[in-house]
């Protein structure tokens, strides 16, 4: 019973664990992303490559593999969400 326990509790790490952008790198530098937007209409949590919920604070971009983004952040590939 220990196995599928552990497994699922590392699963559970590992999601609230994910590295978070470096807005230092070199990729987050080319794309000026930031985890404080400085355009007030648009922010990562309402662009259409943030694959979370808009109340989330951080979540997954297609821009960024792997990695998380601030609901709050933004980037220049941003894209307005439709709705």
Same mark, same amino acid.
């Given at each position: ?22 807005? !230092? @790198?070199?990729? =987050?530098?080319? +794309?000026? %992303? ?6 007030? !209409? @648009?922010?990562? =949590?309402?662009? +259409?490559? %943030? ?33």
């Amino acid at each position: 019973i220990a196995g599928p326990i552990l497994a699922l509790t590392s699963r559970a790490v590992f999601a609230t664990d994910a590295n978070k952008v470096d807005p !230092e @790198s070199a990729q =987050a530098k080319a +794309l000026s %992303y930031t985890h404080k937007s400085p355009k007030t !209409e @648009s922010n990562c =949590a309402n662009c +259409l490559l %943030y694959s979370s919920g808009a109340d989330a604070p951080w979540g997954p971009c297609g821009i960024f593999p792997g990695k998380q983004v601030a609901g709050a952040g933004w980037c220049s590939a941003w894209v307005k969400r439709p709705g």
